[in-house]
């Protein structure tokens, strides 16, 4: 079983940066694929990153690539999303996820745990 907990939202002005972290329990980060998600009110959630067990692979969703750099730390058991450039539409609410098997990486069906989120709001 792993635990999720995020940190590191809160309100920036537009162009300004903020980075997420995502704190993991457990002895089995080091094998797990993590993402992290958004979900802006009224609408889904979507995916905005992932990367692999090793952190040599990275995937992002297209409204973010060249803004955002997801990154981790296996000795501390923390996953990051370090986020710059931000719009207004990055406004939602951030959740890191974990998955022990991802067939599809932007399908959050396929992530096991979930952390319970942190807001960023981003002013214009």
């Known amino acids: 079983q792993v635990q999720l907990v995020e940190s590191g939202g809160g309100l920036v002005q537009a162009g300004g940066s903020l980075r997420l972290s995502c704190a993991a329990s457990?002895?089995?980060?080091?094998?797990?694929?993590m993402g992290w998600f958004r979900q802006a009110p009224g609408k889904e959630r979507e995916f905005v990153a992932t990367?692999?067990?090793?952190?040599?692979?990275?995937y992002y969703a297209d409204p973010v690539k060249g803004r955002f750099t997801i990154s981790r730390d296996n000795t501390k058991n923390t996953v990051y999303l370090q986020m710059n450039s931000l719009k207004p539409e990055d406004t939602a609410i951030y959740y890191c996820?974990?998955?022990?098997?991802?067939?599809?990486?932007?399908?959050?069906?396929?992530?096991?745990?979930w952390g319970q989120g942190t807001q960023v709001t981003v002013s214009s």
């Open positions: 990367i692999g067990w090793s952190g040599a692979s990275t």
């Open positions: 996820a974990g998955a022990t098997v991802v067939r599809d990486y932007t399908d959050s069906n396929d992530y096991n745990y």
């Open positions: 457990g002895r089995t980060f080091s094998t797990y694929v």
